[in-house]
């Protein structure tokens, strides 16, 4: 059973920054895939970032893209997403989810392909 830990969210202005982080425990780690994916309340929830545990690669959403930035640590098991110039369309709860597959690229994006999720942690971002 893996356990998935979220901290960082809070409070920010549109133009701020915040480091999400993400702690695994419990479950085999040689081979997996995490990712960030975050919801507002009613839509679906959506893809943010992604990488692989083996191989190298990061996968990211468009409305993200050079502003977020996926890291991890592997000796912590642990998941970081750095946001950049927040704006208020990045308000949402944030959830790490994971994986013991390592998804193929056509799979990274869908919550379906992920077996264990985060509690979640709000980000709000402030106009």
């Known amino acids: 059973q893996v356990h998935l830990v979220e901290s960082g969210g809070g409070l920010v202005q549109a133009g701020g920054s915040l480091r999400l982080s993400c702690a695994a425990s419990?479950?085999?780690?040689?081979?997996?895939?995490m990712g960030w994916f975050r919801q507002t309340p009613g839509k679906e929830r959506e893809f943010v970032a992604a990488?692989?545990?083996?191989?190298?690669?990061?996968w990211y959403a468009d409305s993200v893209k050079g502003r977020f930035t996926i890291s991890r640590d592997y000796a912590s098991n642990t998941m970081y997403l750095q946001m950049n110039n927040l704006v208020p369309e990045d308000t949402a709860v944030y959830y790490c989810?994971?994986?013991?597959?390592?998804?193929?690229?056509?799979?990274?994006?869908?919550?379906?392909?992920?077996?264990?999720w985060g509690q979640g942690t709000q980000v709000t971002v402030s106009s």
């Open positions: 419990g479950g085999t780690f040689s081979t997996y895939t």
């Open positions: 990488f692989r545990r083996s191989g190298s690669g990061t």
């Open positions: 989810a994971w994986t013991n597959s390592r998804l193929i690229n056509s799979r990274i994006g869908s919550e379906l392909a992920y077996d264990y």
